[in-house]
């Protein structure tokens, strides 16, 4: 049985998760913390486990092996060193933080401390996208030219999303710091290693971060990744575009059509299962030793195109990976 802490309600995700870990048979909830202790009180409640206000405590506590954290973006560092310095593997809500000189301070704490680490990068566990990254592994599409991947709600324009998600100390970023990280990871897996980045972020609803985003991407392999995302888009199908010098595939949310070479039209492929969630790739990865697909190098990878994107924005010029 893996004993599991979550570390906050903050996130938006944090309470799922919580749902996911309890449905288990083989992990348990046993307690809460929250860097603001009402909101944690109340959460513990609805979960039906303690709350425990000072973190040191939590940490030290014999019922907790693991902690699932969803505290604010800039405070991960400090809640992941601790949590590793006291021997808890670690299951985090994305991203795992908001510059790489901090990525790499987290992996050398948990690689000193030999706990497991998880990211919640749930889009790579979709049967669509292992499909269409087998197509491209596989060399069926040819050389690819250009990706595109667009993900976007209208959480911004309908404020369903909570009033802090648009403060900057707290979060590092917007639309493309959020949602925007799927179309980022999921890009960063299947085209390798990127080369420079142009970003346009735009604030559509006036808040001190971006609501509307756009990001052009190079990597070494020749293509051209368009990643999109929106916080003031409502009735979006969720796009994904691949493009090769053999084929094509275009993805609108679950629909999947591709054309290869030789094709005279386009049809609809047989598209494998869905993986595991990433919260059960965590508990596997601890128990069981599961290999881990979703971890320290990915999360990095991740953080590495944020932080160029937020660069380039910001200082409006293009920014090479190697600046």
């Known amino acids: 049985m893996l004993n599991i802490a979550m570390l906050s309600d903050w996130h938006v995700h944090s309470d799922g998760y919580a749902h996911e870990f309890m449905s288990m048979d083989d992990a348990k909830v046993t307690c809460v913390w ?59 809500e994305k991203v795992m933080a908001l510059n790489v000189a901090d990525c790499d301070q987290i992996a050398e704490e948990i690689n000193k401390a030999g706990v497991k680490f998880v990211i919640s990068f749930p889009q790579r566990s979709w049967g669509r996208y292992i499909y269409i990254k087998n197509l491209i592994d596989q060399g069926k599409l040819g050389k690819v030219t250009v990706l595109r991947s667009r993900d976007s709600h209208d959480g911004a324009v309908r404020n369903w999303l909570p009033d802090y998600w648009y403060d900057f100390k707290q979060t590092g970023g917007g639309a493309m710091m959020d949602l925007g990280a799927h179309p980022m990871y999921l890009s960063r897996w299947m085209m390798g290693k990127p080369k420079r980045i142009n970003s346009m972020f735009t604030y559509v609803t006036g808040r001190e971060v971006d609501d509307n985003a756009v990001c052009t991407i190079e990597y070494e392999n020749g293509a051209t990744v368009i990643a999109e995302t929106s916080l003031v888009s409502g009735n979006n199908p969720q796009m994904f575009e691949v493009y090769g010098t053999k084929g094509l595939v275009l993805c609108r949310d679950k629909e999947i059509l591709v054309k290869l070479e030789g094709d005279k039209e386009f049809h609809t492929p047989e598209i494998p299962a869905d993986d595991i969630k990433p919260t059960r790739k965590f508990v596997e990865a601890v128990l069981y030793d599961r290999p881990i697909d979703i971890g320290l190098k990915e999360a990095r990878d991740l953080t590495e195109l944020m932080e160029k994107a937020y660069q380039a924005d910001r200082e409006k010029r293009e920014i090479g990976f190697d600046d």
């Open 34 to 92: 929250d860097e603001d202790p009402e909101r944690g009180s109340i959460w513990a409640k609805e979960l039906g486990v303690d709350f425990e206000p000072d973190l040191d405590v939590l940490l030290a506590r014999k019922d907790v092996d693991a902690v699932s954290i969803g505290t604010p973006t800039a405070m991960h560092p400090e809640v992941m060193i601790k949590a590793a310095r006291a021997g808890k593997h670690i299951f985090t």
